[in-house]
């Protein structure tokens, strides 16, 4: 695990929307794994700004989102297929069904969660995952206690996260109470995790799965199991970490080939 420590969260925009760059750039047909949340969204700016200045285009590329809620009107604005489509996806040039997203509002939402899982696995899987974290450490919506090995499946949120989300609605009451998500197990089968973090409201969590043990009980801390992941945060959000000396030092006698 490599953790990058950065003066603001334009910079952690920049420095991974230079690892996606990469992934556009060599592979035929790239799959981005993209997460909702505030997290990412100095990503997507990045991204857009390099898109509308010619240099990166999305025209090839699949997307894979993280999680869905469960009962939101068609359209919702807090929905996230919507949410994505208003930050990121329609502001470059994604193709017509090319951003996928678990079906919240299917009938039969077991059915809907095993396709999703079914059209990740088919694929040829996802070349770069996108990942914010929850105040409780989660990932996607796997709350604490999420099996590390889970699949897409439905979950219940736990009272903190809707608590949490509450912003983006007009009521807690409209928050709704059930999701769909990637697992654990799922996130772990991209071949590259990044995780953004900024802010100080981050720091017990990042510490938690960064150098906490691995645990259900922080279920970012799984991320400790895959063999490339990038942790990119602002020094807010490092402010807790034991090593953050020794994560400056590594990332400032990097060789600048080597990218995230
Ligand atoms: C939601 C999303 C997560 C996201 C988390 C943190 O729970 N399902 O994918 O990481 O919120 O959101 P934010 O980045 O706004 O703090």
Known sequence: MEVVILPSPTDVGRVVADAIALVLCRRAHPVLGLATGSSPVPVYDELVARYSAGVLSFAEAAAFLLDEYVGLPAGHPQSYAVYIASVFTSRVDFTAGSVHAPDGSARDLVAAAAAYEAALVAGS????????????????????????????????????????????????????????????????????????????????????????????????????????????????????????????????????????
Do not use: C
């Open 125 to 260: 899987g996802v070349d770069l995952q996108l990942l914010g974290i929850g105040g409780d450490g989660h990932i996607g919506f796997n709350e604490p206690g999420s099996s590390l090995a889970s699949r897409t499946r439905l979950k219940t949120l736990t009272q903190q996260t809707r608590a949490d989300n509450a912003r983006f609605f007009s009521s807690l009451d409209e928050v709704p109470r059930h999701v769909i998500t990637q697992g654990v197990g799922t996130i772990l089968d991209a071949r590259h995790l990044v995780l953004v973090a900024w802010g100080s409201g981050k720091a017990a969590a990042v510490a938690a799965a960064v150098e906490g043990p691995v645990t259900a009980m922080v279920p970012a801390s799984a991320l400790q199991l895959h063999p490339h992941v990038s942790v990119v945060l602002d020094e807010p959000a490092a402010s807790s970490l034991r090593l953050a000396d020794y994560y400056r030092e590594t990332y400032a006698n990097k060789p600048p080939w080597q990218g995230l």
